[in-house]
């Protein structure tokens, strides 16, 4: 588990538990990261092993050819994009770009945005989500918020919402863009797992338009599964927009590793279908399994994660024993170390997660 300053931690630490129970990295089965357990796509590995050949030239500042394939992939112009070093430095960029006094965000909800905003030294008002109806978020209860909160100029919201799985309805997003619109307010939306959601939900990227107060955050990084390679962008059409994230933009945010890939990653088409084939069969199939767990409330979910709840505490580190690593929620505002957030994985990983928590949570029954 990695603990940030702020007392944020995140998934993925594979060493350091492997360190802990003396045994190799690739012995832990990890539950805790959200990434695409297909790896990264092998029909590209010749065009990252070339990519090394410009090692020791510096990759054009503007990125024309990257900000162009993510252009034709979305039909978009590429002035409409801009790109960097992970979708956490694209969002830093976006909220640094609109001075704000007070900003919203969701509870629970990713928290590096409330680490960033605070930074800065911007006031994070909360829109609390509730267990009761499955966390999802209300948009006219939200604009009701924003109305009563004329100190509120910039909201961050996640579509889908990490830990809770939830997507916000297309038309629903409308409507809090046309209020963002008519009351000068700016929406950054995060985007990063919408890609990976079963039966293909739509991105709001199709429906911008020039007058939308809004900045579209997108990363390569969980479905490619290049964690270590970083590549993030961001999308907005709304001119003002532009102008005021290109103040905020770093020289050279992304390596020429990283440029070339993105340049590339569209064409894997194969490993595309291959992504989208195994989320729509093992994502509801890893849901059925974890509902018949009488000791655990899991809640539905449209992407590659579940939240759920367990009134054993200590879950996490009992999956430890058993070298799985699963994702505790103790962090996120609106939580407690009650809930748990796991990855979709493969058929037999996934199987295996199952059958350990009814083997240790059985034993406690």
Request: glycine letters at 6%.
């Amino acid at each position: 588990m990695i603990f940030l300053q702020n007392g944020i931690h995140h998934g993925g630490n594979i060493e350091k538990i492997a360190n802990q129970l003396n045994v190799p990295p690739e012995d832990i089965k990890d539950f805790s990261a959200n990434i695409n357990p297909l790896g990264f796509p092998s029909d590209l590995w010749n065009v990252l092993v070339q990519s090394f050949a410009n090692i020791e030239a510096y990759p054009n500042p503007g990125y024309p050819d990257l900000k162009a394939a993510i252009a034709e992939h979305f039909g978009i112009d590429s002035d409409d994009v801009f790109v960097g070093n992970g979708a956490t430095e694209v969002l830093d960029e976006a909220i640094r770009a609109e001075k704000a006094t007070d900003a919203l965000v969701l509870a629970p909800t990713f928290g590096e945005y409330e680490r960033l905003f605070k930074r800065i030294g911007v006031n994070v008002h909360h829109y609390q989500l509730h267990e009761d109806n499955n966390f999802s978020c209300s948009v006219s209860k939200l604009i009701e918020l924003l109305k009563a909160h004329h100190e509120i100029t910039v909201l961050c919201l996640t579509s889908p919402n990490n830990p809770t799985g939830q997507v916000i309805a297309q038309e629903d997003l409308r409507k809090l863009v046309d209020f963002c619109n008519s009351h000068h307010r700016l929406l950054i939306l995060d985007e990063v797992f919408i890609d990976l959601t079963i039966d293909g939900q739509s991105s709001f990227i199709n429906r911008l338009i020039s007058d939308d107060r809004v900045y579209v955050i997108r990363a390569a990084t969980k479905f490619f599964a290049i964690p270590g390679l970083r590549l993030g962008y961001c999308i907005t059409k709304n001119d003002k927009l532009k102008e005021l994230i290109r103040i905020q933009e770093n020289t050279w945010s992304v390596n020429g590793i990283a440029d070339v890939f993105g340049q590339n990653m569209f064409r894997a088409k194969r490993y595309i279908e291959l992504t989208h084939q195994w989320l729509n069969v093992q994502q509801p199939a890893l849901y059925e399994a974890l509902q018949k767990i009488p000791q655990i409330k899991v809640f539905p979910s449209v992407t590659n994660f579940f939240l759920f709840k367990c009134k054993d505490e200590n879950l996490r580190q009992k999956l430890i024993n058993h070298h799985i690593l699963i994702r505790q929620c103790d962090d996120y505002v609106g939580l407690g170390p009650q809930f748990y957030r796991i990855a979709v994985k493969g058929p037999q990983d996934n199987v295996l997660l199952v059958n350990t928590l009814k083997q240790i949570l059985g034993r406690e029954a």
